[in-house]
């Protein structure tokens, strides 16, 4: 089975900064690398496709961003805004639909 | 506009079976993959089922495979989950996602309110 893992487990910041979360994939994926947003008591949402920050899904603003390739990838939030405090997930497409445990952005 | 909206969770003892059940609209529905994915309290996302829209597959993770069943009947554009031999460790809430893709890359774009299943005596 693949696993993912991201780093961190849960990072502070602040309204303005950039925010980088990080996935790695036990074995190469290519692109079949989902981003996914999940504020408490709420179902998960989808934010990127397919890696890449040219498959955001509709509705999701630009500041959002996704890179990478093979087995290590990256969501980038541009400028964090106040709705962005959340919990975020990586998922593979590739094999087993396996989530990353993900990231919680927390308020610094 | 696409819903999926669950029912079927509760309180349930160890042992017992439980069928969880989630209507979808909005969208032809024999067209779709479904999924369930499941979050236990203060956890993360697992995923826990898949099923073809044609039913013609079914895939189950390790940890549910022998007890739960993946359903769906598309004359009423319902995906279901019958849960047999409850555990402590299936205690989560669990959504329905529905599953598209894009250049053979698959996501889950539209997922269901989400509802609790505990497994306790």
């Known amino acids: 089975d693949i696993q993912m893992t991201q780093s961190p487990s849960s990072l502070s910041a602040s309204v303005g900064d950039r925010v980088t979360i990080t996935c790695r994939a036990s074995?190469?994926?290519?692109?079949?690398l989902n981003w996914y947003q999940q504020k408490p008591g709420e179902a998960p949402v989808l934010l990127i496709f397919?890696?890449?920050?040219?498959n955001l899904n509709i509705g999701v603003p630009s500041r959002f961003s996704g890179s990478g390739s093979g087995t290590d990838f990256t969501l980038t939030i541009s400028s964090l805004q106040p709705e962005d405090f959340a919990t975020y997930y990586c998922?593979?497409?590739?094999?087993?639909?396996?989530f990353g445990q993900g990231t919680r952005v927390e308020v610094k | 506009q696409v819903q999926l909206v669950q029912s079927g969770g509760g309180v349930v003892q160890p042992g017992r079976s439980l069928r969880l059940s989630c209507v979808t609209s909005?969208?032809?529905?024999?067209?779709?993959?479904m999924h369930w994915v499941r979050q236990a309290p203060g956890k993360g996302l697992e995923w826990v089922a898949s099923?073809?829209?044609?039913?013609?597959?079914?895939f189950y993770d390790d940890s549910v495979k022998g007890r739960f069943t993946i359903s769906r009947d598309n004359s009423k554009n319902t995906l279901y989950l019958q849960m047999d031999s409850l555990r402590g460790e299936d205690t989560a809430v669990y959504y329905c996602?529905?599953?598209?893709?894009?250049?053979?890359?698959?996501?889950?774009?539209?997922w269901g309110q989400g509802i609790l299943v505990t497994v306790s005596s």
């Open positions: 074995q190469i994926i290519t692109t079949y």
């Open positions: 099923i073809k829209n044609d039913h013609t597959k079914k």
């Open positions: 397919a890696t890449s920050a040219l």
């Open positions: 996602a529905r599953a598209d893709y894009y250049d053979s890359r698959g996501y889950f774009d539209f």
């Open positions: 998922q593979e497409s590739r094999s087993s639909w396996t």
């Open positions: 909005g969208f032809i529905f024999s067209n779709y993959g």
